[in-house]
């Protein structure tokens, strides 16, 4: 039961990291912070969008529960809330993360 529970946490913080990465290289590439916003020109714009929501999301729940902790006062349970969801959609995303390096290592 611990070992499931330790890959579990391995698991979700594997997601995290991937949604850091991936939340920093769009800031470093656009200048400006990812969010939750799909508009585009283009269809590739619209599908970028999407890609970057879908697995830099929990990067962006996490940046804007702080930020909104710290700058707008919001009460702790808004920031808790925030961070479980966060967590879950971490875990998710970084069991995708998982099985692709698998994959790639030869090991699946």
Same mark, same amino acid.
């Given at each position: 039961?611990? *070992?499931?529970?330790?890959?579990? =946490? ?13 939340? !920093? %290289?769009?800031?470093? /590439? ?6 939750? &916003?799909?508009?585009?020109? !283009? ?5 970028? =969008?999407?890609? #970057? ?5 929990? *990067? /962006?729940?996490?940046? &804007? +529960? /702080?930020?909104?902790?710290? /700058?707008? &006062? ?13 967590? #879950? ?5 970084? %069991?995708?993360?998982?099985?692709? +390096? %698998? ?6």
């Amino acid at each position: 039961m611990l *070992f499931d529970l330790l890959l579990v =946490g391995y698991i979700a913080c594997a997601g995290f990291v991937a949604a850091g990465v991936l939340g !920093s %290289l769009y800031q470093l /590439i656009t200048k400006e912070p990812p969010r939750f &916003n799909f508009a585009g020109e !283009s269809i590739l714009a619209f599908l970028t =969008g999407v890609f #970057m929501c879908l697995f830099a999301g929990p *990067f /962006i729940i996490m940046r &804007n +529960a /702080i930020r909104g902790r710290r /700058i707008e &006062n919001r009460p702790l349970g808004w920031l808790v809330a925030s961070s479980t969801i966060a967590g #879950m959609w971490s875990m998710c995303s970084g %069991l995708l993360v998982m099985n692709v +390096a %698998l994959v790639v290592a030869g090991f699946h």
